[in-house]
């Protein structure tokens, strides 16, 4: 499911000599944020995972291995060769995941370094330039590396974030020298409180949707969740979706005060409180509400009123004492509606945040920009930045559409469509079982839910002959699926998504997820454990419906 693609930054090209010393024997490789550089012999080869992960810090990963196809094996997770991953590590997590959580400020280095290792082996600690450090070597190390026989993790404490340094090698000699690619690690980070709008897209722009691309600056921090979770636009914390429908997906961005930010996110995923209550600096939320979460079908026609409707729910949602005026432009013929808010987010408290709101519909979603802090900073430190931000959005591109109905996975969309094999071998389409109401459900072995939805399904594919249950594994091998499908006598055709190119292509992020298709291949809706049965009933009684019409 992840891909590879070579990582280059604007400012440095990603990929730089290092020295006159060192010209011909290492090259000097950067993540996109461009925060922190590592130096790797010239023939091995890096790359950023582009991975959709809950809480995934994009442009802060990189990955590297002495060539491809052992690069993309630490990419998947399960390392056939020599390799090294660098990933960054809030310490405010440990406000949500915790058994104790404690302040960042009662933490002690040891204690931060650790939450890096993450290990019981034994540790050295050292200093690598001005930055404490501590590495260790494991015979037990998570993957990528987990199957390797030699491998070890360094961690380097930067201000109040650590960097997860993971390694692994088939020799002792492979070991000492990925020990000593980790230390060449540098941080390049700038102060993150200094905003630049001269450094607006010297780092490669946020793509979302391949439908619009915001600018970026190299020192702002990134989170992309695939479900909104802690939300600046909603008083409750929270955005709760029905899993019938299309659920909404979240950025977060910030662009400084980065660690009093993040102790307040995490925190509030334990507390439920709303982060505008609690905001140190300024915070761009991107949330993207797909047509069906909004008005229950993707397939309707969306008018200026029903939009201005939309944004004037977030802005009921966002705090007590909230006014704004909606305008409205067209970002390359799509319409954009803007509004400035001023709210009161803290009830029985005189807590005010400024808001700037920007809407976008297209795509079949509307994506909203919330731009929020703190009312009394937000014209001498914020508005040149917003505004400029606010200028930069760009409409990409547009969904295909087939036979005039828009490609997706939304209510009243057309299915994408995909080639697949199955695990005795057989190669089908999904367009194949057009005629019949599919029940797409993505699953893995190791997912207990799952293992305990398979007797349903099992009754569903003995029960209803118009329906047809078609199970999507997710990156297993085939032994693993093979074995499970004799033991639990599966009835239905199992497709082995050993690349994840279909989960990825449905934006599936947990399991078990049930998307039911109904016979002329469009979205009927997504399914629970406790409606399955009844949703495929509909879909079935929906197409005879309109066979009698």
Known sequence: MLRIRLVCLIIACLVVLVGPAHA??????????????????????????????????????ISVAPDEAVLESVMDGKALGDGLTVTLIPIAQQMMFGENPVPLEDLSVRDRLDIGLAVTAAAETFMLGEYQAAKARTASLRPPFADLPFA??????????????????????????????????????????????????????????????MPLAPDWLVIH????????????????????????????????EQSAFLETYYSSM?????????????????????????????????????????????????????????????INGVPVLTADVTTDSRVGQRDITAFHLVMIDVNYKFYVFAFAARAEQWQDQYAALVEAVDAGLNVNSFPPMAGGVPIGTQNGQQAPDFE???????????SDYRGKVVLLNFWASWCEPCVDEMPTLIEIAEDQPEAVVLAINFEEDEATVKAF???????????????????????????????????????YGRADHMSIRRKVLNAVNHTNDAGEE
């Open 225 to 256: 969740t695939p479900y909104a979770y802690s939300s600046i636009t909603t008083n409750t914390g929270y955005v709760s979706f029905n899993v019938e429908t299309s659920e909404p997906e979240q950025y977060l961005i910030i662009p400084d």
């Open 24 to 61: 011909d024997e290492t090259i000097t490789v950067f993540p996109e944020s461009g925060r922190y550089s590592l130096e790797i012999p010239t023939e091995w080869v890096s790359s950023q995972a582009d991975d959709a992960n809950p809480h995934l810090f994009l442009g802060e990963n």
């Open 420 to 430: 697949a094999t199955l695990a005795d071998g057989t190669t089908v389409n999904l």
């Open 270 to 330: 334990r507390t439920g409180e709303s982060v505008a209550q609690n905001l140190t600096g300024l915070v761009i939320e991107v949330t993207a509400y797909p047509y069906d979460y909004k008005l229950r079908r993707a397939d309707v026609e969306v008018t200026t009123e029903r939009r201005e409707n939309i944004l004037r729910g977030i802005i009921e949602n966002i705090g007590r004492n909230n006014e704004g005026t909606i305008t409205t432009r067209l």
């Open 485 to 523: 499908m004799e033991e639990h006598g599966l009835p239905f055709p199992v497709v082995m998504d050993i690349s994840g190119d279909i989960n990825e292509l449905y934006g599936i992020y947990a399991y078990p997820t049930n998307i039911v298709v109904d016979a002329a291949g469009i979205v």
């Open 152 to 213: 070890g993790v360094t961690a380097v404490l930067v201000d109040d974030f650590v960097y997860r340094i993971m390694y692994g090698s088939t020799s002792e000699d492979g070991l000492t020298a990925l020990e000593a690619i980790a230390a060449t690690f540098t941080p390049h980070h700038a102060d993150a409180t200094q905003l630049d709008l001269a450094a607006l897209n010297q780092r490669p722009a946020l793509n979302i949707d391949d439908a619009i691309t």
